[in-house]
């Protein structure tokens, strides 16, 4: 009986060494396992000693799951300080990587270095010198560099300007004297489109008017504004360091598109406000009220054509729009105008022709030309039969001697 009842305490202390295993053990299993050992020993085996041993064994189970919960919580607040340690460890290499790519970006050369800038000829690899140049020069951020570059070339050209608003005045002075003598110069012969031809030359060149200065300003703009434009689009689509961070305003990233169309709207704002208050009076005269009418439509049609290029090409749209307006003033303002001896605009009640008007007065000229070379033709092919028919009369009579033939 002794042996049975030890046997049966060592099967009861290892029934309570396996339950260690099981966190979620239930109170119900605990109590059947209990009742269930208090028959089997008859009494014999005390209920105080089995109770002790599972106690024993739960709290040692309860220790070891308070440990492990302990140890998880140091493991993962030793595994959060090392990341925090190694972000902290990074940051400065992080830091010093940036440093090099921004002291990189502020050398001569960079922009051919990644492959911009190839050469000085092309027009946007010479905006992209230009713009390298005063960037690693003055050390302003690169929405500075962009406005200083175009309000310097823009002011460069005011001279070509002021020649050629001499040479538009001095045209819309003549316009109204140039329209007759090109009305009527198809009206007769030859020897009457002739002298009106050089009409119109000694007209011009008696005030001085140079086909030249009208155009070179014009040709020279051209080329500059879409170097620009292709340019800065290639610096921002790289984008070149320093792009994303240099903006102002709204528009911190010159690579991204304005986000609220500020630089488009102003874009738009500044060509309208010059087409209808800005034009010199030389232009005003000379231009067709139908294409005014349309130069107001156009700049808002900009708007969504633009929305997605970057804020830095934006950004040169506006400035030039900008530029329009303060040349449109100088050019207006009389002092300026003395001051350079720009031609004044002699105000006339004649109204420019609209569209319509300017096209039915080229298909009348366009008709006129072709019945004036319809009858120099007549006249060529009249002169050519009279002057084979007179060569037929004239000609000495043949003499024929020994079968030959000679005149």
């Not at 009986?1 to 979620?24: C, I, Q, Y």
């Not at 709290?59 to 799951?65: I, Y």
């Not at 200065?213 to 620009?228: D, E, H, I, Y």
């Not at 054509?305 to 830095?312: A, D, K, R």
Request: glycine share 4%.
């Amino acid at each position: 009986m002794v042996l049975k009842h030890t046997v049966f305490g060592l099967s009861l202390k290892a029934s309570a060494s396996r339950a260690m295993m099981f966190k979620n053990f239930s109170s119900t299993a605990r109590q059947s396992v209990t009742s269930q050992a208090a028959k089997l020993s008859n009494g014999k085996t005390p209920l105080m000693s089995i109770s002790m041993t599972w106690k024993r064994n739960n709290s040692t189970s309860s220790t070891a799951s308070e440990s492990a919960g302990s140890t998880t919580s140091e493991i993962s607040s030793q595994l959060q300080s090392f990341s925090e340690s190694a972000s902290t460890a990074a940051s400065p290499i992080v830091d010093a990587a940036n440093q090099i790519v921004g002291e990189a970006s502020s050398h001569y050369g960079y922009l051919e270095s990644i492959g911009l800038a190839n050469g000085w000829l092309w027009p946007p690899n010479l905006i992209q010198h230009i713009l390298e140049v005063v960037h690693v020069s003055t050390g302003m951020p690169w929405y500075a560099t962009i406005i200083t570059c175009a309000l310097t070339l823009r002011l460069a050209l005011i001279p070509l300007y002021v020649k050629q608003q001499d040479n538009m005045a001095k045209s819309a002075n003549i316009q109204t004297k140039l329209k007759h003598i090109e009305d009527t110069m198809y009206d007769k012969d030859q020897a009457h489109y002739a002298k009106s031809a050089a009409e119109i030359k000694n007209v011009k060149k008696d005030i001085g008017l140079s086909v030249l200065w009208t155009t070179v300003p014009t040709l020279l703009q051209v080329p500059l504004a879409l170097g620009f434009f292709s340019g800065l689009r290639e610096m921002c689509n790289y984008p070149v360091d320093g792009f994303t961070n240099q903006g102002a305003l709204w528009f911190q990233d010159l690579s991204a598109a304005d986000p609220y169309l500020g630089l488009q709207c102003a874009t738009a704002a500044a060509f309208i406000i010059y087409t209808r208050w800005g034009q010199d009076p030389a232009t005003k005269k000379l231009m067709n009220p139908t294409y005014q009418k349309v130069m107001y439509v156009l700049p808002l049609l900009s708007i969504p054509l633009t929305m997605n290029l970057g804020s830095g090409v934006v950004l040169y749209f506006a400035i030039n729009g900008l530029c329009a307006i303060f040349q449109g003033y100088l050019l207006k303002n009389p002092k300026f105008r003395k001051y350079y001896n720009i031609t004044e605009v002699i105000k006339t009640n004649e109204k420019p022709l609209n569209m319509s008007q300017s096209f039915e007065r080229y298909k009348l000229n366009a008709k006129k030309r072709q019945e004036f070379q319809d009858r120099q033709n007549s006249a060529a092919d009249k002169f050519k039969k009279r002057r084979q028919v007179s060569r037929s009369n004239s000609a000495p009579p043949v003499v024929e001697k020994n079968s030959k033939k000679y005149y």
